[in-house]
Structures are given as structure tokens and as C-alpha cells.
């Protein structure tokens, strides 16, 4: 991916250069209680299986957060699932929603993607009104979709979004 700068943000591709600030983006309790251990993450982030790319989002100079993309290529399925990380000191400024539209305008006026997904935990209030604002729509639960460390597991919220639904956010402060 090439580097894009927009919205207060700028992104670029990820490496294991990013592994430590990841891991302490991830390891934040306000993200570490959605994501859970940052460990697998982190390995997936840094070097990412094949379908597969990572972009670390910078703000002020910073890597506070990152966007993982999945693609599925099989031309009659076509689209992309995105997953989001911002470091919670930086949550409520914009940066997330700034970063999934860089994302997002690139999977889908560059790559040719007509569709995204992203599935927050249904109890995830705020990412699901971020994603809202964005342009994604609910399309159903998804019961126990997640299962936890504590074996315990939680619903997620299936989303997507077609090219012509995405909304521009104002710039990250």
C-alpha cells in the first residue's frame, strides 16, 4: 500500500519495526478488553498471512494505532474485512474513523473492492457508532462469536459497506 496522508492522519505499511508500539497499543485496557492478548495480534500485524496486510496509523509523528485488512480475491465473493486499533490515550479524536476512510477509499477507488466488512463486538457501543458514521450497516449478530481467554464468549455485530456508502469524517485533532 502506498503511504496516505489525509484527515489528520497519515498511514503506511507495517513491519516488525512496529512491533513494540503495537504491542503497547494493543496492550492498552481500553483496547486490550476487545482485542484481548496482544501477542497473536501483534505477529499477525507485524507479518501478516497471505490475503493479508497491515497498515500502522500515525498521528502527530506517532504509530497510535493500526488497520488490519483481509482480502478475499475469489472474484464472485470479492470484498474486504477490516479490524482497527487506536492506543486509548488517542481514543475520541478522530483517528480511527480518519484511518478506516483512508483505508476504506483506497480498498475501494484503488483495489476495486465493492464491499467491506467489520464485525465489533455487539457490545462494543462506541466502534459500533464509529463504524455507523463511516457508512457500514448492521447486518446481523453473529451469537457467540468470539470466545475469550476466560472461556467465556460474546456476540459480534456482522457490518458492511458498498463503495457508494462511505462517508468522510472530519480531521483527527
Known amino acids: 500500500m502506498p503511504v496516505i496522508e489525509g484527515h489528520g492522519v497519515r ?12 504491542t503497547a497499543v494493543l496492550d492498552a485496557p ?10 497473536e495480534a501483534v505477529d499477525e500485524s ?22 488490519q485488512v483481509w482480502e478475499e480475491t475469489t472474484p464472485d465473493y470479492r470484498h474486504a474485512a477490516l479490524d482497527i486499533a487506536v492506543h486509548e ?6 483517528i480511527g474513523g480518519a484511518a478506516l476512510y483512508l ?33 457500514f450497516r448492521p447486518v446481523g449478530v453473529m451469537r457467540e462469536y468470539e470466545r475469550r481467554a476466560d472461556g467465556f464468549t460474546r456476540d459480534g ?6 463503495a457508494g456508502e462511505l462517508v468522510a469524517p472530519p480531521p483527527a485533532r
Do not use: Q
Open 89 to 94: 490515550d488517542f481514543h475520541g479524536r478522530g
Open 103 to 135: 483505508v476504506a477509499r483506497h480498498l475501494f477507488e484503488t483495489v476495486g473492492h465493492h464491499r467491506l466488512t467489520i464485525d465489533p463486538a455487539v457490545a462494543n457501543e462506541g466502534a459500533v457508532r464509529l463504524y455507523r458514521r463511516l457508512g
Open 46 to 67: 507485524c507479518a501478516p498471512p497471505e490475503g493479508a496486510w497491515c497498515v500502522a496509523v500515525e498521528h502527530g509523528g506517532l504509530v497510535t494505532g493500526l488497520v
Open 30 to 39: 481500553g483496547v486490550r478488553k476487545w482485542w484481548g492478548d496482544p501477542a
Open 11 to 22: 498511514l503506511r505499511d507495517a513491519g516488525e519495526g512496529d512491533r513494540e508500539r503495537f
Open 157 to 162: 455485530l456482522l457490518m458492511d459497506m458498498l
